[in-house]
Protein backbone atom coordinates (compact mmCIF):
# COMPACT_ATOMS: atom_id res chain seq x y z
CA UNK A 1 0.00 0.00 0.00
CA UNK A 2 2.88 2.06 0.55
CA UNK A 3 4.71 1.59 -2.17
CA UNK A 4 1.58 2.24 -4.29
CA UNK A 5 0.66 5.66 -2.10
CA UNK A 6 4.44 6.68 -3.36
CA UNK A 7 4.08 5.92 -7.36
CA UNK A 8 0.86 7.53 -7.32
CA UNK A 9 2.44 10.92 -5.57
CA UNK A 10 0.92 11.03 -2.59
CA UNK A 11 2.85 13.64 0.41
CA UNK A 12 3.04 14.66 3.18
CA UNK A 13 -0.40 16.58 3.06
CA UNK A 14 -2.26 13.16 1.58
CA UNK A 15 -4.99 10.88 4.61
CA UNK A 16 -5.99 7.52 4.68
CA UNK A 17 -9.20 6.36 5.27
CA UNK A 18 -9.51 3.07 6.45
CA UNK A 19 -13.04 1.66 5.44
CA UNK A 20 -13.24 -1.84 6.61
CA UNK A 21 -13.02 -4.30 9.18
CA UNK A 22 -9.84 -4.52 11.60
CA UNK A 23 -7.77 -6.11 9.29
CA UNK A 24 -8.10 -3.39 6.63
CA UNK A 25 -7.98 -0.81 9.74
CA UNK A 26 -4.63 -1.87 11.60
CA UNK A 27 -2.94 -2.22 8.26
CA UNK A 28 -4.34 1.25 6.98
CA UNK A 29 -3.61 2.83 10.52
CA UNK A 30 -0.01 1.38 10.12
CA UNK A 31 0.68 2.90 6.95
CA UNK A 32 -0.34 6.42 8.17
CA UNK A 33 1.88 6.11 11.24
CA UNK A 34 4.46 5.25 9.47
CA UNK A 35 3.48 6.85 5.57
CA UNK A 36 6.68 10.06 5.71
CA UNK A 37 6.51 9.32 9.27
CA UNK A 38 2.84 9.85 9.67
CA UNK A 39 0.22 11.10 8.55
CA UNK A 40 -3.29 11.30 9.46
CA UNK A 41 -5.88 8.31 9.18
CA UNK A 42 -9.74 8.36 9.87
CA UNK A 43 -11.41 5.06 10.73
CA UNK A 44 -14.33 4.40 9.09
CA UNK A 45 -15.13 0.11 10.69
CA UNK A 46 -17.57 -1.81 8.69
CA UNK A 47 -17.46 -5.13 11.52
CA UNK A 48 -18.50 -4.97 14.99
CA UNK A 49 -15.41 -5.74 15.87
CA UNK A 50 -13.52 -2.71 14.30
CA UNK A 51 -16.19 -0.73 15.47
CA UNK A 52 -16.34 -1.74 19.16
CA UNK A 53 -12.66 -2.57 19.42
CA UNK A 54 -9.85 -1.99 16.82
CA UNK A 55 -10.33 1.68 15.16
CA UNK A 56 -10.46 2.82 19.16
CA UNK A 57 -7.34 3.39 20.91
CA UNK A 58 -4.53 3.83 18.18
CA UNK A 59 -2.98 0.34 18.04
CA UNK A 60 -2.13 -0.37 14.54
CA UNK A 61 0.05 -3.45 12.53
CA UNK A 62 0.41 -6.04 10.76
CA UNK A 63 1.03 -9.56 10.93
CA UNK A 64 4.27 -11.71 10.96
CA UNK A 65 5.27 -15.34 10.12
CA UNK A 66 6.30 -15.23 13.77
CA UNK A 67 3.26 -14.24 15.63
CA UNK A 68 0.60 -11.43 15.76
CA UNK A 69 0.64 -7.79 16.41
CA UNK A 70 4.87 -7.79 16.56
CA UNK A 71 5.03 -4.93 14.31
CA UNK A 72 2.96 -2.22 14.21
CA UNK A 73 2.81 1.73 16.34
CA UNK A 74 0.57 3.41 18.21
CA UNK A 75 -1.28 5.93 15.75
CA UNK A 76 -4.36 7.61 17.24
CA UNK A 77 -7.14 8.12 14.44
CA UNK A 78 -8.14 11.58 13.98
CA UNK A 79 -12.09 10.13 13.79
CA UNK A 80 -13.63 7.66 13.68
CA UNK A 81 -16.90 7.44 11.94
CA UNK A 82 -19.50 4.25 12.82
CA UNK A 83 -22.54 3.77 10.66
CA UNK A 84 -24.17 0.45 12.18
CA UNK A 85 -26.02 0.22 8.98
CA UNK A 86 -23.30 -1.13 7.44
CA UNK A 87 -23.62 -4.41 9.96
CA UNK A 88 -26.40 -5.33 8.09
CA UNK A 89 -24.43 -7.46 5.17
CA UNK A 90 -22.40 -8.64 8.40
CA UNK A 91 -22.23 -13.01 7.83
CA UNK A 92 -23.32 -13.81 11.22
CA UNK A 93 -20.46 -15.37 12.06
CA UNK A 94 -18.75 -12.48 12.09
CA UNK A 95 -20.80 -10.37 14.01
CA UNK A 96 -20.91 -13.33 16.39
CA UNK A 97 -16.77 -12.70 16.86
CA UNK A 98 -17.90 -8.83 17.77
CA UNK A 99 -20.11 -9.84 20.47
CA UNK A 100 -17.16 -11.73 22.32
CA UNK A 101 -14.86 -8.24 22.44
CA UNK A 102 -18.50 -6.70 23.98
CA UNK A 103 -18.60 -9.30 26.25
CA UNK A 104 -15.18 -8.90 27.55
CA UNK A 105 -15.52 -5.04 28.13
CA UNK A 106 -18.23 -6.12 30.31
CA UNK A 107 -15.91 -8.70 32.05
CA UNK A 108 -12.66 -6.48 32.82
CA UNK A 109 -14.72 -3.04 33.53
CA UNK A 110 -18.33 -2.99 33.90
CA UNK A 111 -20.86 -5.96 35.44
CA UNK A 112 -24.08 -3.63 34.55
CA UNK A 113 -23.33 -3.47 30.94
CA UNK A 114 -22.19 -7.60 31.05
CA UNK A 115 -25.76 -8.19 32.13
CA UNK A 116 -27.56 -5.80 29.77
CA UNK A 117 -25.60 -7.45 26.88
CA UNK A 118 -26.46 -10.94 27.75
CA UNK A 119 -29.82 -10.29 28.13
CA UNK A 120 -29.97 -8.08 24.61
CA UNK A 121 -27.99 -11.70 22.94
CA UNK A 122 -31.03 -13.20 21.10
CA UNK A 123 -32.03 -10.00 19.53
CA UNK A 124 -28.51 -9.09 18.89
CA UNK A 125 -28.59 -12.45 17.13
CA UNK A 126 -31.73 -12.26 15.47
CA UNK A 127 -31.92 -11.38 11.82
CA UNK A 128 -32.35 -7.74 11.40
CA UNK A 129 -31.09 -7.28 15.09
CA UNK A 130 -27.92 -5.93 13.44
CA UNK A 131 -29.39 -2.36 13.27
CA UNK A 132 -31.47 -2.46 16.06
CA UNK A 133 -31.73 -0.34 19.65
CA UNK A 134 -29.42 -3.51 21.25
CA UNK A 135 -26.96 -3.15 19.08
CA UNK A 136 -26.90 0.83 19.63
CA UNK A 137 -26.80 -0.41 23.41
CA UNK A 138 -23.50 -2.63 22.51
CA UNK A 139 -21.65 0.20 19.94
CA UNK A 140 -22.24 2.91 22.74
CA UNK A 141 -20.86 1.12 25.65
CA UNK A 142 -17.80 -0.84 24.06
CA UNK A 143 -16.30 2.50 22.51
CA UNK A 144 -17.21 4.27 25.87
CA UNK A 145 -15.37 1.62 28.16
CA UNK A 146 -12.54 1.01 25.09
CA UNK A 147 -11.93 4.82 25.18
CA UNK A 148 -12.05 5.52 28.81
CA UNK A 149 -8.91 2.75 29.55
CA UNK A 150 -7.19 4.15 26.31
CA UNK A 151 -7.20 7.43 27.74
CA UNK A 152 -5.99 6.47 31.04
CA UNK A 153 -3.45 4.56 29.40
CA UNK A 154 -2.59 5.23 26.18
CA UNK A 155 0.79 3.57 25.87
CA UNK A 156 -0.22 -0.03 27.91
CA UNK A 157 2.12 0.63 30.89
CA UNK A 158 -0.91 -0.06 33.40
CA UNK A 159 -4.46 0.13 33.03
CA UNK A 160 -4.79 -0.91 29.30
CA UNK A 161 -3.28 -3.99 30.11
CA UNK A 162 -6.84 -4.94 31.19
CA UNK A 163 -8.16 -5.32 27.27
CA UNK A 164 -6.02 -8.54 27.05
CA UNK A 165 -8.11 -10.64 29.02
CA UNK A 166 -8.97 -13.46 26.65
CA UNK A 167 -6.01 -12.44 24.82
CA UNK A 168 -2.78 -14.21 25.57
CA UNK A 169 -4.03 -17.86 25.44
CA UNK A 170 -7.02 -16.50 22.65
CA UNK A 171 -4.14 -15.21 19.99
CA UNK A 172 -2.16 -18.49 20.86
CA UNK A 173 -5.41 -20.62 19.94
CA UNK A 174 -6.02 -17.69 16.61
CA UNK A 175 -2.51 -18.62 15.43
CA UNK A 176 -2.15 -22.20 16.02
CA UNK A 177 -5.66 -22.78 14.29
CA UNK A 178 -3.86 -21.32 11.35
CA UNK A 179 -6.20 -18.12 11.82
CA UNK A 180 -9.20 -21.03 11.05
CA UNK A 181 -10.62 -19.36 14.06
CA UNK A 182 -11.71 -16.58 13.66
CA UNK A 183 -9.55 -13.81 15.94
CA UNK A 184 -13.09 -12.81 17.94
CA UNK A 185 -13.79 -16.57 18.26
CA UNK A 186 -10.17 -17.40 19.57
CA UNK A 187 -10.92 -14.54 21.94
CA UNK A 188 -14.03 -16.44 23.25
CA UNK A 189 -12.16 -19.99 24.15
CA UNK A 190 -9.14 -17.64 25.81
CA UNK A 191 -11.91 -16.16 28.30
CA UNK A 192 -13.41 -19.23 28.92
CA UNK A 193 -9.68 -20.86 29.70
CA UNK A 194 -8.24 -17.56 31.33
CA UNK A 195 -11.52 -16.82 33.79
CA UNK A 196 -10.69 -20.45 34.52
CA UNK A 197 -7.12 -20.11 35.46
CA UNK A 198 -8.27 -16.84 37.39
CA UNK A 199 -10.44 -19.35 39.70
CA UNK A 200 -7.72 -22.01 39.81
CA UNK A 201 -5.20 -19.23 41.36
CA UNK A 202 -7.55 -17.74 43.73
CA UNK A 203 -7.72 -14.36 41.98
CA UNK A 204 -11.45 -14.48 40.36
CA UNK A 205 -14.89 -14.96 42.41
CA UNK A 206 -16.02 -18.54 42.04
CA UNK A 207 -18.95 -18.67 39.74
CA UNK A 208 -16.90 -16.05 37.68
CA UNK A 209 -15.87 -18.62 34.91
CA UNK A 210 -19.28 -20.44 34.76
CA UNK A 211 -20.84 -16.36 33.85
CA UNK A 212 -18.09 -16.21 31.45
CA UNK A 213 -19.04 -19.52 29.63
CA UNK A 214 -22.74 -18.54 30.36
CA UNK A 215 -22.54 -15.50 28.32
CA UNK A 216 -20.74 -16.90 25.67
CA UNK A 217 -22.64 -20.08 25.09
CA UNK A 218 -25.83 -17.86 24.92
CA UNK A 219 -23.50 -15.47 21.91
CA UNK A 220 -23.63 -19.17 20.63
CA UNK A 221 -19.68 -18.52 20.83
CA UNK A 222 -17.35 -21.53 21.30
CA UNK A 223 -15.72 -22.22 24.70
CA UNK A 224 -14.35 -24.86 24.66
CA UNK A 225 -10.67 -25.30 23.19
CA UNK A 226 -10.67 -27.70 19.83
CA UNK A 227 -8.41 -30.96 20.60
CA UNK A 228 -6.63 -30.49 17.28
CA UNK A 229 -4.93 -27.48 19.35
CA UNK A 230 -1.72 -29.30 21.48
CA UNK A 231 -1.84 -27.89 25.04
CA UNK A 232 2.00 -27.57 25.17
CA UNK A 233 2.22 -25.54 21.54
CA UNK A 234 -0.73 -23.53 22.98
CA UNK A 235 1.59 -22.50 26.24
CA UNK A 236 5.00 -21.97 24.03
CA UNK A 237 2.80 -19.50 21.59
CA UNK A 238 1.93 -17.99 24.53
CA UNK A 239 6.10 -17.27 24.87
CA UNK A 240 5.85 -15.67 21.49
CA UNK A 241 3.09 -13.12 22.64
CA UNK A 242 4.19 -9.59 23.49
CA UNK A 243 2.76 -10.14 27.42
CA UNK A 244 5.94 -12.36 28.36
CA UNK A 245 8.25 -10.94 30.71
CA UNK A 246 11.17 -13.67 32.02
CA UNK A 247 10.33 -16.80 32.52
CA UNK A 248 6.28 -16.53 33.38
CA UNK A 249 3.62 -15.30 31.12
CA UNK A 250 1.50 -12.32 31.95
CA UNK A 251 -2.14 -12.68 31.89
CA UNK A 252 -4.85 -9.99 32.30
CA UNK A 253 -7.28 -12.25 34.85
CA UNK A 254 -10.57 -10.77 36.57
CA UNK A 255 -11.68 -10.66 39.92
CA UNK A 256 -15.39 -10.85 39.50
CA UNK A 257 -17.87 -9.78 36.37
CA UNK A 258 -16.76 -6.15 35.93
CA UNK A 259 -13.67 -5.89 37.85
CA UNK A 260 -10.13 -7.16 36.60
CA UNK A 261 -7.42 -8.53 39.36
CA UNK A 262 -3.94 -7.08 39.44
CA UNK A 263 -4.54 -3.32 40.81
CA UNK A 264 -0.86 -3.84 42.42
CA UNK A 265 1.04 -5.24 39.44
CA UNK A 266 -0.31 -2.54 36.82
CA UNK A 267 -2.84 -5.21 36.07
CA UNK A 268 -0.67 -7.53 34.46
CA UNK A 269 -0.25 -11.35 36.46
CA UNK A 270 2.81 -13.13 35.68
CA UNK A 271 1.32 -16.89 35.55
CA UNK A 272 3.77 -20.09 35.40
CA UNK A 273 3.18 -22.32 32.81
CA UNK A 274 2.19 -25.45 34.73
CA UNK A 275 -0.63 -23.18 36.07
CA UNK A 276 -1.79 -22.09 32.61
CA UNK A 277 -1.68 -25.54 31.26
CA UNK A 278 -3.74 -27.19 34.48
CA UNK A 279 -6.60 -24.53 33.42
CA UNK A 280 -6.43 -25.57 29.77
CA UNK A 281 -6.25 -29.58 30.53
CA UNK A 282 -9.65 -29.06 31.21
CA UNK A 283 -10.80 -26.92 28.58
CA UNK A 284 -10.19 -28.91 25.91
CA UNK A 285 -14.03 -30.22 23.82
CA UNK A 286 -16.24 -29.83 20.38
CA UNK A 287 -18.00 -26.22 20.24
CA UNK A 288 -21.12 -26.41 17.93
CA UNK A 289 -20.97 -24.36 14.75
CA UNK A 290 -17.16 -23.47 14.61
N1 LIG B 1 -6.04 -2.59 16.73
C1 LIG B 1 -6.78 -3.10 17.68
O1 LIG B 1 -6.88 -2.57 18.77
C2 LIG B 1 -7.53 -4.38 17.40
C3 LIG B 1 -8.57 -4.77 18.25
C4 LIG B 1 -9.30 -5.92 17.91
C5 LIG B 1 -8.98 -6.65 16.79
N2 LIG B 1 -7.94 -6.24 16.01
C6 LIG B 1 -7.58 -6.99 14.80
O2 LIG B 1 -8.67 -6.93 13.90
C7 LIG B 1 -8.68 -8.12 13.10
C8 LIG B 1 -10.08 -8.68 13.07
O3 LIG B 1 -10.96 -7.71 12.57
P1 LIG B 1 -12.40 -8.12 12.02
O4 LIG B 1 -13.01 -9.07 12.96
O5 LIG B 1 -13.09 -6.86 11.70
O6 LIG B 1 -12.06 -8.99 10.75
P2 LIG B 1 -11.83 -8.62 9.19
O7 LIG B 1 -11.26 -7.27 9.05
O8 LIG B 1 -11.07 -9.77 8.64
O9 LIG B 1 -13.31 -8.60 8.59
C9 LIG B 1 -14.07 -9.80 8.60
C10 LIG B 1 -14.70 -10.12 7.26
O10 LIG B 1 -15.86 -9.32 7.08
C11 LIG B 1 -15.84 -8.67 5.80
N3 LIG B 1 -16.59 -7.43 6.00
C12 LIG B 1 -16.19 -6.30 6.62
N4 LIG B 1 -17.22 -5.44 6.75
C13 LIG B 1 -18.32 -6.02 6.19
C14 LIG B 1 -19.67 -5.64 6.02
N5 LIG B 1 -20.14 -4.48 6.53
N6 LIG B 1 -20.51 -6.49 5.40
C15 LIG B 1 -20.05 -7.69 4.94
N7 LIG B 1 -18.78 -8.12 5.08
C16 LIG B 1 -17.92 -7.30 5.70
C17 LIG B 1 -14.37 -8.53 5.50
O11 LIG B 1 -14.15 -8.41 4.14
C18 LIG B 1 -13.81 -9.84 6.06
O12 LIG B 1 -13.97 -10.88 5.15
C19 LIG B 1 -7.68 -9.07 13.73
O13 LIG B 1 -6.51 -9.10 12.93
C20 LIG B 1 -7.40 -8.46 15.07
O14 LIG B 1 -6.10 -8.74 15.55
C21 LIG B 1 -7.23 -5.13 16.28
ZN1 LIG C 1 -9.37 -8.60 20.41
Not at 16 to 22: D, E, F, H, Q
Not at 30 to 44: C, K, S
Not at 232 to 255: C, F, G, N, S
Request: aromatic share 4%.
Amino acid sequence: VTDEMLARGFGRDSAVIALGGGVVGDLAGFVAATFMRGIPVVQVPTTLVAMIDASIGGKTGVDTPAGKNLVGAFHQPAAVLIDPAVLATLPPRELRAGLAEAIKHGVIADAGYFDRTVDALPQLLATGGATGDAMQLVIDGSVAIKRSVVERDEREQGVRKILNFGHTLGHAAEALSGYSLLHGEAVAIGMAVESRLAEGLGLAESGTADRVRMALSRATLPDRMPPSLAADRLIALTRHDKKTRRDRVEYALPKRIGQMAGEDTEWGIAVADADALAALSSSFGTNHGC
